[in-house]
């Protein structure tokens, strides 16, 4: 396992941490090993709680820690997800002992994560103003320094490393979204599955967005394979998937999830454009840019779709609680610009080296 983002003493700690947890998804029974050899998990619990009280406690934590806490929390989380692969690999799904360390995790990065947005301010406000507002400026958004780095000066090599870390949730796009869409009917629950089916190619392989995704790996000769560069992705953007999972795999967040899901689709054609400009001054193939170019075209109007079909509609019913949906959408802002700037910063590594 390729683990060279570790290079002090205390980041050692971490590595076998992580590799003694990894070790611990495979056994046959996990509940049953870690009732019978408690002692066995004493090294790992210690360095998970340093771990927890330094990445939300510490003002400065190393994004070493942040990093081995999100890559735990997402191998918990992607067993939500059926890959294709052995069936034993998801033995432990349900295990208590996995459940007790990503609630650890959770609860102590969502509170750090709160910190970030003025709930109180969101209980006042109008909105469907306020949402309507928020994805105007969204939508056609004036360019940031990061969307003009991406746009006109990233290099081949960049890109190149842009796939790579845009793999990790290409390859299994919107299967959040199947998580929450089932259940009683209603128009917003229609208008949702339109959604996923469109991003699943109505069903057809080749016009999945993920197809699109694995065709541009393929046009550069790049692995296929999903989290074949696990080792490349920054923290920041396992915090955004992450995010997703938390949301959507607890019912109390729906209208959360419903804001960050609005934000997604409505921010994603002015983020691709950048992506798409750079593949186009390159010189790269059509299908070089496909996948960005299909979400273009296709989440104008999803994010039509988000808006009205689904958003407002919620607030006319859940009235009390509809704030929640601008903090779904104001999270969502914040962690996917962290997220892209991270990869920003690791496309710059990329390319200096």
């Known amino acids: 396992m390729n683990i060279s983002y570790f290079q002090t003493h205390t980041d050692i700690d971490l590595r076998e941490a992580e590799e003694t947890f990894t070790q611990l998804l495979q056994h046959d029974d996990l509940d049953q090993y870690v009732s019978n050899e408690p002692a ?17 406690q510490d003002p400065s934590p190393s ?5 081995f806490l999100q890559r735990i929390l997402y191998r918990i989380n992607r067993l939500k997800l059926f890959w294709y692969d052995d069936l034993e690999n998801y033995a432990n799904e349900n295990s208590a002992f996995l459940f007790s360390v990503r609630t650890k995790i959770d609860t102590a990065w969502q509170d750090w994560e709160a910190r970030n947005i003025d709930i109180p301010s969101l209980k006042n406000l109008d909105i469907k103003t306020a949402l309507r507002e928020r994805t105007a400026e969204d939508l056609d958004p004036e360019p940031s320094q990061t969307g003009l780095f991406f746009r006109n000066d990233m290099s081949q090599i960049g890109y190149r490393r842009l796939l790579a870390i845009a793999s990790l949730d290409g390859l299994v796009e919107a299967s959040q ?3 929450v869409i089932g259940g009683v009917g209603n128009e917003v629950q229609a208008m949702l599955t339109k959604i996923l089916l469109e991003e699943y190619g109505g069903g057809r392989l080749a016009r999945k967005h993920s197809s699109f995704f694995s065709a541009m790996l393929t046009e550069f000769g790049m692995n ?8 490349t992705i920054p923290w920041e953007v396992l915090a955004n998937i992450n995010h997703s999972f938390t949301l959507c795999e607890r019912k ?3 209208l959360r999830y419903i804001g960050s899901l609005l934000y997604f689709e409505i921010s994603v054609p002015a983020a691709f454009q950048n992506y798409k400009t750079a593949g186009e001054r390159l010189g790269f193939s059509e299908k070089a840019i496909g996948y960005w170019d299909v979400h273009i075209k296709e989440d ?4 039509q779709w988000m808006l009205n079909e689904v958003a407002l509609p919620l607030i006319n019913r859940y009235e009390d609680s509809a704030w929640e949906i601008v903090l779904g959408y104001d999270q969502q802002r914040f962690l996917s610009t962290r997220a892209s700037q991270a990869i920003a910063k690791s496309i710059q590594q990329a390319e200096n080296a």
């Open 177 to 179: 979204l199947s998580r």
């Open 63 to 67: 994004p070493n820690t942040q990093l």
């Open 300 to 303: 104008l109007r999803h994010g």
């Open 224 to 231: 296929t394979t999903p989290e074949a560069y696990f080792e």
């Open 252 to 254: 109390r967040n729906f």
């Open 40 to 56: 066995c998990l004493e090294p790992f619990e210690h360095v998970l709680s340093s771990a927890i009280l330094e990445a939300y």
